[in-house]
């Protein structure tokens, strides 16, 4: 009998993937470009369910049931656009092509057109949490059309985590590329959310002078509260963690240097054309990026700064609490700045995104999974077209609470000399929304006076120019 389901591209993530569908019930046929992986996974994990290894793409065509189903878990790139090459002239219409990869959704955007024009669904899938995700539950963001979901959608459910009321961590999120586009912005938050413990490790280690081991307690305390996250239990893990080899912790043996492999950086240069402020994220990637520079840190290594005064245990247990509210409230802000993005890609490319549904199945499963998106997605149930997070009348209340501590955070990161982007951005965000009054207005005088960019004003309509060169009267401009 003809497998469900297949999966080329073998490597960590595709073949936990099989094996999640395989141990979920499904027949699935198994393909790798180089044959010995396919064999690797029939011998080791045979067992599990059953594996209908190919060892050519035809052979792995041939063996699936109509309408074909096959996910690609290759590469994003070059390798995903041949694996298309390689396997689109072998399906028919009505087929289905899934890419599980980290693709960019404007090449996700760009393959779906190709293949709709020969017929063949393409669903740019986002997959999120990693090889134990893939393996027992990933958070999966699939776009493409709504037929391809309706073919696709019941074994996606049933691989896909569980968020605690028992929903599947996975829905239809819009056509072509919104699964990609969602999986990006995704990727940023997470960016966010890893600057911002960062910092609040930062913060504690060289304001209030914990050990490492302290703060794995004072993350695991965190992590019982309202800031319950995957990526808080890892840092405690990391933290708590000691070096085999000097003894030393782990932390401190690491080089202090962050990669990437750019889907935060997409999420970025996408937001600067969307004109959508996500500054915690920018400010997570210019982080990383900053941290890479060896040169540049060895050429600013003797530069003068203030140095960090000892707290007595009292003062470092209420700066402790601070940080918490600083932490909390700028992960607000990032997740607010996340959201505007994804309503912002919805409008430019005409996808229905439902803002509650993205919080709901990133409950479980994904990377920055954690029990506060369930409040994100009652604040859209509640209001579906709420402007910004911020607005909702619960967490409003909270980042108000919150916002005397955060300065006073910023402030002492300031005064320290600690660098925290990510807490003083986020609060600049959130202040620029408060304010009254911007200094735009005078930006925008400043390009008239030079440019003759013209200005509006706060009396009435039109647009003007003031002849800045002349005897500085008024002109109409429009
Ligand atoms: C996930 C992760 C996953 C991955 C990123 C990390 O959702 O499972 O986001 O996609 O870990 O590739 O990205 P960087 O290498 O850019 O940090």
Not at 21 to 42: D, E, I, Q
Not at 114 to 127: N, P
Not at 391 to 413: K, M, N, P, Y
């Amino acid at each position: 009998t003809p497998a469900d389901i297949g999966v080329t591209g073998l490597a960590v993530m595709g073949r936990n993937l099989a094996r999640n569908l395989a141990r979920s019930g499904y027949s699935v046929a198994v393909h790798n470009r180089t044959p010995a992986r396919t064999r690797a996974l029939v011998e080791e994990f045979g067992g599990e369910g059953a594996f209908r290894p190919a060892e050519s793409a035809k052979d792995f065509v041939a063996s699936l049931k109509r309408p074909r189903r096959l996910i690609t878990m290759v590469k994003a790139g070059e390798a995903t656009d041949a694996v298309i090459a390689e396997f689109a002239p072998l399906l028919d219409e009505g087929d289905v092509i899934v890419d599980g990869g980290n693709a960019h959704f404007a090449d996700t955007r760009r393959r779906e057109r190709e293949l709709r024009e020969r017929g063949i669904h393409f669903v740019g899938a986002g997959i999120s949490g990693g090889e134990e995700g893939a393996l027992h539950g990933p958070s999966i963001m699939p776009g493409g059309s709504a037929e391809a979901y309706d073919s696709l959608g019941p074994m996606l459910e049933s691989i896909a985590a569980k968020a605690a009321d028992g929903s599947p961590c996975t829905t239809h999120v819009g056509t072509d590329g919104a699964g990609h586009f969602v999986k990006m912005v995704h990727n940023g938050i997470e960016y966010a959310d890893m600057q911002l413990i960062g910092e609040a490790y930062h913060l504690l280690r060289d304001v209030a002078g914990y050990s490492p081991g302290q703060i794995a307690e004072v993350f695991r305390t965190w992590n019982g509260g309202r800031l319950d996250s995957y990526l808080m239990e890892v840092s405690a893990e990391v933290l708590a963690h000691t070096d085999a080899e000097t003894g030393a912790p782990f932390v401190d043996v690491v080089a202090d240097r962050a990669e990437q492999k750019g889907t935060g950086r997409w999420t970025v240069q996408t937001a600067l054309e969307l004109g959508v402020p996500v500054s915690g994220i920018a400010e997570a990637v210019f982080a990383r990026s900053l941290s890479g520079h060896t040169s540049l840190r060895a050429a600013g290594a003797g530069l003068p700064g203030p140095r960090a005064e000892a707290m007595d245990t009292d003062a470092a247990g209420r700066f402790a609490d601070q940080v918490e509210q600083a932490l909390y409230a700028s992960k607000l802000v990032s997740y607010a700045q996340g959201w505007h993005m994804l309503r912002a890609g919805a409008e430019e490319y005409g996808w229905n995104l439902d803002l509650g549904a993205i919080a709901a199945i990133w409950r479980g499963g994904c990377i920055i999974r954690a029990a506060f998106l369930d409040r994100i997605r009652s604040a859209y149930a509640a209001d579906p077209g709420l402007e910004t997070l911020l607005a909702d009348a619960d967490f409003a209340a909270e980042i108000g609470r919150a916002q005397g501590d955060w300065r006073a955070v910023a402030a002492t990161a300031l005064r320290h000399g600690v660098p925290a982007p990510g807490f003083s951005a986020a609060l600049a965000y959130y202040d620029g929304l408060r304010a009254d009054r911007l200094p735009a207005a005078l930006t925008q005088a400043q390009r008239d006076f030079f440019g003759a960019h013209t200005y509006r004003r706060v009396d009435r309509d039109g647009v003007f120019h003031t002849l800045w060169g002349g005897d500085r009267t008024q002109e109409r401009a429009d």
